[in-house]
């Protein structure tokens, strides 16, 4: 064994804590905390920790509960209301950041013939773009106590979608340039998982709430319920090519309906504070070396962090207006989907894999995660403090 993990683990816990507490006290977020406190520990400051496949591992199973406890904490009488509704908001979500993307890299590098390699790097460009991740999201929801409106299961459901549409964008994307790939066979999968999930779920359900009744408030419900959330993200990620986080919030989904779910939820959120958490968020800020933006590449990254930003906000933000929200709630639900995350990392390590993309775009990638990830819960708490403001006048 590798003892130097256990010293990589500490310097995480006690940075991302301090950090964290640091944060509160400025009235942030306390991932904003956590996220400055990888970047200084991490590669781009004082270099005490590197990036490694344990702590990559140990952060994707901090995102998965993260999710997790999202689908807990879902009210699927909200998730119908608003079903409809995040559809449309996921599909605006997806298509505008995927044209403007595209359009971005076309007038840094020039427009291209429909089918040459130029094009589709502009393309795969754009599908990182589309890419949305609200773990950070949610994490800030659930500390001003936000989840459970109807912003805040708007923004998770359309995330949800979001996220099947963008693993059908990348599919499709792969296949125009690579002609063995069947991108139908994607689109079967994702409909599979669905509807294995909705039957399997409803068996799952009745299996815990009769050892829910049987055993009400134990520990064996949320270990039962960790098991479940761990199966569904398995068997989402490896049989159907649905993200791990996706098969973790469903997982959460299926027992947010029995009387102990709040237990369970309460058992995950212990995890994830003391140990999970922290690492997932820490990590943002370790993935960023910022000394590998070089000259030529920092106007591209400055220009693909601001659209990166912007069309989320404009595509998620009118089509939410469109749906009869108000401008002020549809800025909210455009803010919390501009996060990148793990979703982002992922589809441009797979344009890596396939030669879609070069290197050096990574470090594009990494700067919109960490702009976005410490920008979105300010912002977020910026607009909920305004509506608090109101609420104490009127």
Known sequence: MDYSILRDLAIIIIFAKFFGLLARKVKAPQVVG????????????????????FIAQMA???????MFSAGLETNLKDLMKTGFKALLIATAGVFIPLIGGTLLYMGFYGFSEAGSSEFYTA???????????VSITVQTLREMGKLKGEIGQTIMSAAIIDDVIGIIVLTFVIGF??????????????????????VVGIVIYKIFKLADMRYPHTRRIPIMGLTLCFCF???????????DITGAYVAGVVLCSIKDSEYIASKMDTNSYMLFGPIFFASIGLKTNLTAINGNLILFCIAFVAVGLICKIIGCGLMGRLCRFNWHDSLKIGVGMMTRGEVALIVSQKGLSVGMIGSEYFAAVILLIVVSSISTPIILKTLYAADDKKLSKS
């Open 177 to 198: 340039k690579n002609p063995e790939s069947n991108p139908g066979r994607v689109v079967l999968s994702t409909v599979l998982f669905f509807a294995a999930a909705l």
């Open 34 to 53: 956590e996220i400055v406190a990888g970047l200084i520990i991490g590669p781009s400051v004082l270099h005490f920790v590197d990036q490694s496949d």
């Open 233 to 243: 993200a398995y068997v989402a990620e490896v049989y159907f090519g649905i993200a």
């Open 60 to 66: 994707e199973i901090g995102v998965i509960l993260l």
């Open 123 to 133: 393309l795969f460009v754009g599908v990182i773009l589309t890419a949305t991740s």
